[in-house]
């Protein structure tokens, strides 16, 4: 019988544009900060906000998921992200899938919530530096600046006709997530490094 087991270490959607991300980060002299942060726990969660399951979950998580739409809640590594009235995602430091969802499945008992595991379903790109809000206009509909789209905002949107999950994030000079299903990954990282062109 022959061993079926992966021995390779596993390849992130944007392992083979690292190198081109780096450069466009150092080219820019700290304009712009590109980069891929690969493997990143991410679980889909749906149940009803004004259940017992979403209190229950909450006090296991020591994270309240957000009722306000568009929003994101962190505590320590773990972030909600709202993505609709009934709908959550939770993202949080790579390998902690397992975890996660028992803790979830095992705080909501016999509540019903679906937790779909969706972590390689999406690859995550940082995009930070004081021309990020620049840069990411160039190709997102959404008004983005601070006064709309300030720190802890998240919002389903696209990106160069990409469809994405773009996340304002909580800490000074953080900038932005923008998760990206793996499949259009490189056409993105491509687009980025291309409207990035003009700060270098």
Known sequence: MADTALTAPPRSPLAHAAD???TATR????AVRLAELPFLTQLDVRLDAKGAAADAIGLA??????LEPN???RAGELA?????????????????????????????ADEPVSVTDVSAQRTTLLVAGPRARDLLAHGCALDLHPRAFGAGRCAQTTLGRTQIVLVARDEPGAGFWVLVRSSFAGYLADWLLDAAAEYM
Do not use: C, N
């Open 71 to 73: 929003t994101v809640v």
């Open 27 to 30: 080219t820019s002299q700290g």
């Open 61 to 66: 998580l020591d994270l309240q998921l957000p």
């Open 80 to 108: 909600a992200l709202w993505l609709g009235p009934d709908e959550w995602l939770l993202v949080g430091p790579p390998g902690g899938e397992r975890d996660l969802e028992s803790r979830i499945r095992t705080a909501a």
């Open 20 to 22: 081109r991300l780096a």
